[in-house]
């Protein structure tokens, strides 16, 4: 079954971590780009941070949104087929449903509509 899956939100405190992991299935996901994005209640979805598919042997293009930029960063395992998503110094409002998906062109892009496939999205919650 083609499908990525998301894990690893939480509740955490002000200037907490976590790791959000996109587990992929039914395909190879270095074959792909991948975004990360998010949704707050009332809020439009907004993207988070970028990793383009496999340049030559192992060179990746990352890119983050101003926002979260010195804070976030994204990266792969290629032997799990899992991407992370490390989240530092969180705020609260990095607070939202958190989303992986995958993209089938070359480089990084924050414009939702080219991805394909989406994850079920995972819970981050900033708040002492």
């Known amino acids: 079954q083609v499908q990525l899956v998301e894990s690893g939100g939480g509740l955490v405190q002000p200037g907490g971590s976590l790791r959000l992991s996109c587990a992929a299935s039914g395909f190879t996901l270095d074959d792909y780009a991948i975004g990360w994005f998010r949704q707050a209640p009332g809020k439009e979805r907004e993207g988070v941070g970028f990793l383009s598919r496999r340049y030559g042997r192992s060179v990746y293009r990352d890119s983050y949104a101003d926002s979260v930029k010195g804070r976030f960063t994204i990266s792969r395992d290629s032997v799990k087929n899992t991407v992370y998503l490390q989240m530092n110094s969180l705020k609260p409002e990095d607070t939202a449903v958190y989303y992986c998906?995958?993209?089938?062109?070359?480089?990084?892009?924050?414009?939702?509509?080219?991805?394909?496939?989406w994850g079920q999205g995972t819970q981050v919650t900033v708040s002492s």
């Open positions: 998906a995958r993209g089938s062109f070359f480089g990084v892009s924050g414009d939702y509509d080219l991805y394909d496939l």
